[in-house]
């Protein structure tokens, strides 16, 4: 089976002023560690209103659209940007994450990576924030248990910020089990261990600044992932931030490329154990270049490895 891979070209209509870190060349850095992968290559298509409606009031999606400049940028908080592209951009982010839970679900791939942008873990029901505009991976969940009729979902989301967006849209959402690994202290300061949503199916796993990759993974192996095997999901979702890479300039964690393959390795796993290797992921955040390109291949890598298996 192959891995299928979803991008397009207007998500560079997203641009951010002068040294924003959430940058054009984030998917470029994407697509040169991505080049010698064997990948099925799909456009991202548009999203439609009504998926994003599944997490998103038509009065936040009005806010947004009305206030796309004709030109320059516009602010939405205090570091999240539109440019005049960057509703579309938005939009694709939210078609490729379904259009991924299409092909897994229907057997076409044995999995997908998914590379958009703006990203999307940060976007409350009413807010944007944090770089983001739709909680598209909130939204694929959704999607994945309103339309394909699944009963369990589960979300992994190792970003080295706290995927709260995630969290605020899913919150009461019994079907979804939500994990999120990230630094604390750090933006946007939400995601302590009692935060457990309204059924207890939020898992947040705070990590002291400094600490390393083994200590991800002894975290990992006794908290998060036998949480996850519990709840039994018909699908993972994966938050793949590459933030918490030890280059990465945003944050202080000290993984090296070598975990997040550890880590992708055992969502497998999980997902082999459950759901036939049926793994969506989701670009989210990654700010230093050539750690992103390393970072993502080896993710990729895995999901390739482990889908040409099956």
Not at 119 to 144: D, S
Request: with cysteine; charged share 15%; glycine share 8%.
């Amino acid at each position: 089976m192959v891995t299928a891979y979803f991008t397009h070209s207007s998500c560079d209509d997203h641009v951010s002023p002068a040294g924003h870190p959430e940058q054009v060349a984030r998917l470029a850095a994407v697509a040169k560690g991505l080049a010698g992968i064997d990948l099925l290559r799909l456009d991202a298509p548009l999203g439609r209103l009504a998926d994003v409606l599944r997490c998103h009031p038509q009065t936040y999606i009005d806010r947004v659209r009305a206030a796309v400049p004709a030109q320059g940028w516009a602010s939405l908080d205090g570091d999240t940007y539109l440019a005049p592209g960057s509703y579309t951009a938005a939009l694709r982010g939210v078609g490729a994450g379904c259009a991924a839970v299409d092909i897994v679900l229907s057997g076409q791939a044995t999995n997908a990576f998914v590379a958009t942008r703006p990203p999307g873990h940060h976007a409350e029901t009413e807010t944007a924030m944090g770089f983001c505009i739709f909680g598209t991976v909130a939204i694929a969940a959704k999607y994945a248990l309103d339309h394909h009729r699944l009963n369990r979902v589960a979300i992994v989301d190792f970003d080295v910020h706290h995927g709260n967006g995630t969290q605020d849209v899913l919150w009461d959402e019994p079907r979804v089990l939500f994990a999120s690994s990230h630094q604390m202290p750090l933006y946007p300061g939400t995601g302590a261990a009692h935060e457990t949503g309204a059924y207890g199916q939020i898992i947040n796993l705070p990590l002291r600044p400094n600490s390393t990759g083994a200590d991800m993974r002894a975290a990992y192996a006794a908290y998060i992932l036998p949480q996850i095997d519990a709840f039994a999901p018909e699908l993972i979702l994966v938050s793949a931030g590459f933030d918490a890479h030890r280059d990465d300039p945003l944050a202080n964690l000290n993984w090296s490329t070598g975990d997040f393959t550890w880590l992708t390795e055992r969502i497998c796993d999980l997902a082999d154990r459950h759901c036939a290797g049926r793994v969506v992921s989701a670009l989210e955040g990654g700010y230093d270049l050539p750690a992103l390109a390393a970072a993502t291949a080896a993710h990729v890598t895995v999901l390739k490895e482990r889908g040409h298996a099956r």
